[in-house]
T-cell receptor, first 113, second 115 residues
Framework: DTAVSQTPKYLVTQMGNDKSIKCEQNLGHDTMYWYKQDSKKFLKIMFSYNNKELIINETVPNRFSPKSPDKAHLNLHINSLELGDSAVYFC????????????FGEGSWLTVV | KNQVEQSPQSLIILEGKNCTLQCNYTVSPFSNLRWYKQDTGRGPVSLTIMTFSENTKSNGRYTATLDADTKQSSLHITASQLSDSASYICVVSAYYGTGANNLFFGTGTRLTVIP
């Protein structure tokens, strides 16, 4: 059983396109996250949602827009993709927003050409 | 400035040998410290989580230590196996009261175990 699942796993798209990455968790967690991992393998938080409400919104271009239809889903929509958006995007969840283990999805490899 | 630094950046060891990975941090106020293992092409998986009062925590062949005074942690891997080859990421959490629990990630140590 997949705890945190995200789709697609691989995505290659042209500059200027709009794309979405979907994420679902079946752990009953309240908090979900989106992280970006760059080429140097550094993980950086982008967004955090707690019970569908935005908690953390780091300095991310407004071309990135998260949407949480319910607490089990947190989708990431990216407008006008740029070459620098190429990275691995990880969805994650935790029981509550503080002090709990974070469970990561398998990642979505985005390549912008 | 809140930072997490890990060393070494990469490490190659023979199967069966032990190794120790280091994590130094300047994150404040400290809440907890976690070690994650990330296999190539996969998402990070939690190995241990330690709070301020915990000095040592084990998970099988993995043993993490924490010295909150010197703000250092180590991850010791005993009798390494080929499957231990992965990146190990140290993550330190700062808790500012109600609401946000900020996480600060190290850049990881890439461990390669060779036969």
């Amino acid at each position: 059983d997949t705890a945190v699942s995200q789709t697609p796993k691989y995505l290659v798209t042209q500059m200027g396109n709009d794309k979405s990455i979907k994420c679902e968790q079946n752990l009953g967690h309240d908090t979900m996250y989106w992280y970006k991992q760059d080429s140097k393998k550094f993980l950086k938080i982008m967004f955090s949602y707690n019970n569908k409400e935005l908690i953390i919104n780091e300095t991310v271009p407004n071309r990135f827009s998260p949407k949480s239809p319910d607490k089990a889903h947190l989708n990431l929509h990216i407008n006008s993709l740029e070459l620098g958006d190429s990275a691995v995007y990880f969805c994650a969840s935790s029981l509550k927003h503080s002090g709990n283990t974070i469970y990561f999805g398998e990642g979505s490899w985005l390549t912008v050409v | 400035k809140n930072q997490v630094e890990q060393s070494p950046q990469s490490l190659i060891i023979l199967e069966g040998k032990n190794c120790t990975l280091q994590c130094n941090y300047t994150v404040s106020p400290f809440s907890n410290l976690r070690w994650y293992k990330q296999d190539t092409g996969r998402g990070p998986v939690s190995l241990t989580i330690m709070t301020f009062s915990e000095n040592t925590k084990s998970n099988g062949r993995y043993t993490a230590t924490l010295d909150a005074d010197t703000k250092q942690s180590s991850l010791h891997i005993t009798a390494s196996q080929l499957s231990d080859s992965a990146s190990y990421i140290c993550v330190v959490s700062a808790y500012y009261g109600t609401g946000a629990n900020n996480l600060f990630f190290g850049t990881g140590t890439r461990l390669t175990v060779i036969p």
